[in-house]
DNA sequence: GTAGGGTTAG
C-alpha cells in the first residue's frame, strides 16, 4: 500500500487523492484514557494488541443519528405488527390460516396494482404536437390560456390526459390541471392527480405534491398505491425521508396495503438512510407475508450493504436470489459490482462480472464505469487494461463518466501515458467533452509523477478554454510544485484558485503542510503564507512546536483541538507532516511527543501489531519522518524490555510496505538508512518485500553491546 | 418522462 501520488520522502504526508482511505488514512476509532498514560514511557508500542486502539476524540458527537432500534420504531409498533383488518383480507385471499389468535402478519399485498389500459387514441399525433408546442413555448398566463382555447381536439378525459401526460415542465402541467379542473368537463379522476404528481416530482416540488394529496383527501378522491408511490419518491428525491415515512405510515393507517412498488419505494427511503436494520426487517416482514422480491428489491438491498460495505450483507443478496431463482438483471448486476468495490473485494467483482457477461447480460458504462474503478483502487493494472481492451474490442458502450473513471483509474496506476491517450481521444472525440474532472485527474497525474511543465501547460489550458479549476486540481497542482521546489508557480497557483473561489480544504492544507516539511528559509515561509490564509491555527501550531518553550501540555490539548476540526482522513496525514517538520528542524522529541499523541487518538490503529510468535511494526501508513520516529520508539521499548529481562519473541519485524504503486518506493529506501545510522540489527527481507526482520538474539546482542558502550 | 420502485466519477 502506498500513498498514490507521491514519490520520495513525502510519500505518506502529502494527502493523496487516492479513493484507498481505508487503507492511507486508517480508520478511527475511540478511546483510551491518553491523560492517565505516562508520556515518558510510550509504552503503547507494545502494549496494543492487535486491535485498533481507540482514539478519545469524540470527534462527531454532534452528528450522531438516533440509533436505528429508534428509527424502526414507528413502524414496528405503528404499522407492521398490527395491520389492519381490511388489508389482512386483501393480501391473503385465499389463506387456510385457522388460528385466529396469531394472524399471519402481512406487510404488502402480492399483487401489484393494476393499471388502466389505455384505449387507441386517434388524436393522439394531434395532441402530442399541441403539447409539445405549449412545453416548448414561453407564453405568459394570458397567452397559455389563450392557446389552450384552441386545443385541436375536445378536452374529453382521454385527450385531457394525453396533454396533461406530455406537458412539462411542472409549471405548465399544473396550470393545465388547473385548467381542465375550473372547466369541470368530467370527474378528475386519480390518474389525473397521479399524472400530475409525477411531474411535479420531476420538478421536485414535494410541498405542491403534497397540496394535492390533501386535495385528494378533501374531496373523496381515491389515493391508490400510485399515488402513494410517488408521494413517497418525491420526498425521498428531496431529502424529506421523514415526509417518506410519515407517508407511507399513512397509507396503511387508511386501510390502504402497499403492493411490491409501492414496498421497495419505502426500501429505498431506509437503504438511502443507510439503515440497514430497517431495510432489512422491512425484507423480513415481506419475505414472511409471502413476498417474492423482484430484481428492483434485490438492487435496493445490494445498494444498502454496499453503502455499508458489508460483505456478508451482499453475499446473503446473492444467496437469496439464487434461492428465490431471481435472475439478476443488469441494473443488479451494476449494484452489486458497485457493493463489491465498496467492500473492498475487487477479485469477487471480477468473478462476478464474469459471470454476468456468461448469462448474457451486457454490460453498459455503468457496468464498467464501477468495475475500473475497482481495479484502479486495487492497484490492479493488468485487468484495468484488459478490461479496456475487451471495451474497445467488443465495442461495449462508453461514455464520458466512464472516460473520466478510465483517467482517475491511470492516475491511480500511475499510467501516464495511457491517460494521456485517452485524454487525447476524448479531446478528438465528438461525444465526450474534457470537463472538469477530465483536466483534475491529469493533473493528478502530473501532479504524481512530479511533471510540473505539463502540470503548468495544463493549468493554462484550464484557464483558456474556460474549466474552471477546483480544489482537488489546486491540490494536485500545489504537490507538484511544491516537490519540484517551484514556490513562487504554487504561491501563484494558490491565490488565483483562492480568488477564484476555490475554498481550500483540509487535504490542500496537509498538502501545504507537507511541503513546508521538505522547504527552508524563504520558500518555506511563502507556503506557510498561504496556509495562514487557510488554516491560521495550523500556522500558530506549527510556530509553537517549533518554539523550544511550548509544553508537553499545551502541545497536547492544541493538537487535539485541531484533529477535532480536522476532517477525518486528513488527520493522519497532518500527524505525518507535523512529525517530520519538527524531525526537520531538529525538535525530535517533539517528534515523539506528537507521534505518541497520534497513536493516543487513534490516527495508527495497527502500528504494533503483536503474536506470540512476532512482534511487528506497521509504518506502511507513516511518513518517513514518523517511520523513523516510530522505529526509534520501538527500539527504546525493546531495550527496556531486554535490559528487565523480560520475555521477547522469536521474530520481530518491520512492514514499510513495497511500495507497489509506481511513484512511491520512498518509504522503504529511507527506512533501510534509518536502521543503518542506528546500528539497529534488522535486516531487509529477500523473499518478503517492504520487510525488516531481526531475530530476538540479534536485538538482545545488540542491546546488550549499546549498553556496554554506553557503560 | 407516456400514472408508481432500483445502478455510474476525485
Known sequence: MAAKFSTGLDIHCSIPYTSDTKLLYGSSSSSTKSSRLSLKRFTILCNS??????????????????????????????????????????????????????????????????????????????????????????????????????????????????????????????????????????????????????????????????????????????????????????????????????????????????????????LDVYAQLGKVEEVMSLYERGRASGWTPDPVAFAVLAKVFGAAGDYDGIRFVLQEMKALEVQPNLVVYNTLLEAMGKAGKPGLARSLFEEMVDSGVTPDAKTLTALIKIYGKARWARDALDLWERMKSNGWPMDFILYNTLLSMCADLGLEEVAETLFHDMRKSDNCRLDSWSYTAMLNIYGSVGNAEKAMALFEEMSRVGIELNVMGCTCLVQCFGRAQRIDDLVKVFEVSVQRGVRPDDRLCGCLLSVVSYCKGDDADKVLACLQQANPRLVTFVKMLEDESTSYDIVKEEFRSILTNTSDDARRPFCNCLIDICRKRNRAERAHELLYLGTVYGLYPGLHTKTPEEWRLNVRALSVGAAQTAFEEWMRTLAKIVQSEEPLPEVLSANTGAGTHKFSQGLANAFASHVEKLAAPFKQSEEKAGFFIATREDVVSWVQSKAAATA
Open 49 to 266: 494488541t492487535s486491535k485498533s486502539p481507540k482514539p478519545n476524540l469524540d470527534l462527531d458527537s454532534s452528528k450522531k443519528k438516533p440509533s436505528l432500534s429508534e428509527q424502526l420504531k414507528p413502524l414496528s409498533n405503528t404499522i407492521l405488527d398490527d395491520p389492519p383488518n381490511q388489508a389482512r383480507i386483501l393480501s391473503k385471499p385465499k389463506s387456510t390460516w385457522v388460528n385466529p389468535t396469531r394472524p399471519k402478519p402481512s406487510v404488502l399485498s402480492l399483487q401489484r396494482q393494476k393499471r388502466s389500459t389505455y384505449s387507441y387514441n386517434p388524436q393522439i399525433r394531434d395532441l402530442k404536437n399541441f403539447a409539445r408546442r405549449l412545453s416548448e413555448s414561453h407564453f405568459s398566463d394570458d397567452a397559455f390560456l389563450a392557446v389552450l382555447e384552441d386545443i385541436p381536439h375536445p378536452p374529453t378525459r382521454d385527450n385531457a390526459l394525453l396533454v396533461l401526460n406530455s406537458l412539462r415542465p411542472w409549471q405548465k402541467t399544473i396550470f393545465f390541471f388547473n385548467w381542465i379542473k375550473t372547466r369541470n368537463l368530467f370527474p378528475l379522476e386519480t390518474i389525473f392527480y397521479n399524472v400530475a404528481m409525477k411531474s411535479l416530482r420531476f420538478g421536485r416540488q414535494f410541498q405542491q405534491i403534497e397540496e394535492l394529496a390533501f386535495e385528494m383527501i378533501d374531496s373523496g378522491i381515491e389515493l391508490d398505491n400510485i399515488t402513494y408511490s410517488t408521494i413517497i419518491t418525491c420526498a425521498k428525491r428531496c431529502n424529506l425521508f421523514d415526509k417518506a415515512v410519515e407517508w407511507f405510515e399513512r397509507m396503511y393507517k387508511t386501510g390502504l396495503m402497499p403492493d411490491e412498488v409501492t414496498y421497495s419505494a419505502v
